[in-house]
């Protein structure tokens, strides 16, 4: 595969990933008021929001393999403390035990 192709397919990627993960907050943010009606719910939005940090995650990593080239991996210190704070953050704006189910 030549490096033009694998860019190109590191763009979608990071594209598709980073539009699933705003469509994936939208929705539970929208659909804030259901997460209260039980507590099956709340172990429901936790799991999506686990969805939510693996997306943010690839969309962060492959955005970093095209500024920094193919062989640039994400570290725990920057890129994936970064999406977790974030996932833990949109998590607690929508439902509060939703950030400790995560």
């Known amino acids: 595969m030549s490096a033009s192709t694998s860019s190109k397919n590191t763009l979608v990627s990071s594209i598709i990933s980073g539009i699933l993960s705003l469509v994936i907050f939208a929705t539970l943010r929208f659909c804030a008021d259901w997460f209260n009606g039980s507590q099956l719910n709340v172990l429901v939005g936790g799991y999506l ?54």
């Open 49 to 102: 929001f686990s969805w939510l940090f693996i997306l943010s995650l690839t969309c962060v990593s492959n955005a970093e393999m095209l500024i920094f080239g193919q062989d640039f991996q994400a570290k725990l210190v920057p890129e994936i403390l970064f999406c977790m704070s974030l996932t833990v953050a949109a998590a607690g704006i929508v439902h509060r035990v939703c950030a400790t189910t995560r």
